[in-house]
């Protein structure tokens, strides 16, 4: 299993949009629809932000929508705030009960 | 509120065993996948596998042949166990809490405690 393809970075100003791309193979991303989105500020613990390719957990601001086409999952976050600055990983099932990772993007509100 | 809590040594000897501990407090464990995933210093995250309530187990095929995990609902514990380790092995691990068996909705997670392998 290799990780999933993620940018390294993206960036975008206060109340702007970034979209951060999840690129995989129909063994993984393609052929399911279970992507999931973590949010990780560095020494805290990870934090769920979209499953299933777009649904959002229990209290997570309606700014974070997730998408899927192809082999390639997107992780959108609309209304930038300063408080979103921080890593984003992707998963995705991969058969056989097990996830793959995504190598992770790091996200900088300018 | 479910917090998950890791502990464990800090640092391993190489050609030992990794063993960590992670406690789980105000929830049961019953009809949850425990799971363990790392971080190494600078790489992305890595799946090591779970362990479902009932005791059956599913690892990162990379990790297979050294890797355990196993439960104690007795003690609301569920704990990670890596033999023969090298300083492949050195990294930030979380132990975390899944609702379904293929990691697509890991919706707990540890803070996670950094494991160094060094002699």
């Known amino acids: 299993q290799s990780a999933l393809t993620q940018p390294p970075s993206a960036s975008g100003s206060p109340g702007q949009s970034v979209t951060i791309s999840c690129t995989g193979t129909?063994?993984?991303?393609?052929?399911?629809?279970?992507v999931s989105w973590y949010q990780h500020h560095p020494g805290k613990a990870p934090k769920l932000m979209i499953y299933?390719?777009?649904k959002r957990p229990s209290g997570v601001p309606d700014r974070f929508s997730g998408s899927k086409s192809g082999n390639t999952a997107s992780l959108t976050v609309s209304g930038l705030q300063a408080e979103d600055e921080a890593d984003y990983y992707c998963s995705s099932y991969a058969g056989s009960n097990n996830p793959v990772f995504g190598t992770g993007t790091k996200v900088t509100v300018l | 509120q479910v917090q998950l809590q890791e502990s464990g040594p800090g640092v391993v000897k190489p050609s030992e065993t990794l063993s960590l501990t992670c406690t789980v407090s105000?929830?049961?464990?019953?009809?949850?996948?425990w799971t363990w995933i790392r971080q190494p210093p600078g790489k992305g995250l890595e799946w090591i596998g779970y362990?479902?309530?009932?005791?059956?187990?599913n690892y990162n095929p990379s990790l297979k042949s050294r890797v355990t995990i196993s439960v104690d609902t007795s003690k609301n514990q569920f704990s990670l166990k890596v033999s023969s380790v090298t300083a492949a092995d050195t990294a930030v691990y979380y132990c975390a809490r899944d609702k379904s068996a293929g990691g697509s909705h890991i919706d707990m997670w540890g803070q996670g405690t950094m494991v160094t392998v060094s002699s």
């Open positions: 362990s479902y309530y009932s005791g059956n187990t």
């Open positions: 299933e390719v777009s």
């Open positions: 129909s063994s993984d991303v393609g052929g399911y629809n279970y």
């Open positions: 105000g929830g049961a464990m019953s009809s949850y996948y």
